[in-house]
């Protein structure tokens, strides 16, 4: 059960080993693209692409004939990673070794939708997947395995995502070969990450730059960070924390680096609504930033 690009290692990695992959459940296809075409997602490209069943329901809390569906498939154990649909009692009893889930933090830190993007907005050093059995509370169920990620102090978040699929991949196939004992979660050090929007792509100028930096390397692609000049919204695709100081949003130099609440985040790639994204001295020689301009 899932369906962006992080599951599919698993699925692939679950279908290699030899695992009897009864269904697979992912999303229902959506519009995608300037054609607005519905278009599967990847989960649900890969279990074609290995001639599994596919189930896409739009919902599922609520709908008995689907609670019935899942209970008929018989299942030794559901593995559920990034889904985007909350799973009712019925279907996580359902499962003789229940469903497990691949999450991506070391729980009991950073709970719920946006992990990886938490932890290096945070300013974590490490993160890492933590197989547990699902129960109804938000990412509370007990632990099987964990495994770690370090996190450096320029990586991204798909830098994070890719190394965190391929750990969860090979986690999942050792938490069904072994079937370790399920730990339950320490009551201390919980947090949560919350779903992001798109709105908080925006750069707060008066925040530290170091804040700003890991707000870009946590947020690009999506939802992307940006700031406003005048009617215009540039988005700030890579930065770096940088020596300065100034009002906040004041371009400081010809880097251009701009002034934060405490010190300077100099621009390094720049695009700006429907052009190419662009090496900022690139960019800034068909759109001038001068020192002193304010930014938004």
């Known amino acids: 059960m899932g369906s962006p690009d992080f599951a599919v290692p698993a699925l692939r990695a679950l279908h290699a080993a030899g695992h009897d992959v009864a ?57 559920v990673a990034a889904y ?48 547990m059995r699902m129960e109804e509370g938000l990412d509370t169920g007990p632990m099987l395995l964990r495994g770690t990620v370090p996190i450096g102090p ?5 830098v994070g ?3 965190l699929s391929a750990l969860g991949a090979t986690l999942i196939l050792r938490a069904l070969a072994e079937d370790p004992p399920a730990v339950p979660q320490p ?3 919980v947090t949560y990450a919350p779903k992001i929007a798109k709105e908080d792509g ?31 919204v540039i ?9 300065g100081a100034g009002p906040p949003g004041t371009v400081l130099d010809a880097a251009p680096s701009i002034a934060c609440g405490t010190g300077a985040l100099r621009l390094l790639r720049l695009q700006r609504a429907g052009r190419a994204a662009l090496p900022a001295a690139e960019f800034l020689r068909g759109y001038p930033l001068p020192p002193l301009t304010l930014l938004g």
């Open 23 to 79: 269904c697979v459940y992912a999303q229902p296809p959506r519009p995608a693209g300037r054609g607005q075409k519905e278009t599967p997602c990847p989960v649900h490209c890969a279990a074609l692409e290995l001639g599994l069943p596919v189930r896409t329901p739009a919902r599922v809390k609520r709908d008995a004939a689907e609670h019935a569906a899942f209970a008929a498939l018989g299942l030794d154990v559901a593995v």
């Open 84 to 131: 985007g649909l909350i799973l009712p009692k019925p279907m996580l009893d359902a499962p003789r070794r229940g469903c497990l889930n691949i999450h991506a933090s070391l729980l009991p830190r950073w709970r719920g939708a946006g992990p990886i993007q938490a932890a290096i907005l945070a300013g974590d050093t490490e993160t890492g997947i933590t197989i």
């Open 154 to 158: 320029r990586d991204t978040t798909p």
């Open 161 to 163: 995502h890719d190394a």
């Open 187 to 189: 009551e201390s050090g």
């Open 202 to 232: 925006r750069l707060d100028w008066t925040q530290p730059a170091n804040a700003l930096d890991r707000r870009i390397r946590a947020l690009t692609p999506w939802p992307g960070c940006f700031f406003r000049h005048g009617a215009e």
């Open 235 to 243: 988005r700030v695709l890579d930065a770096e924390p940088a020596e």
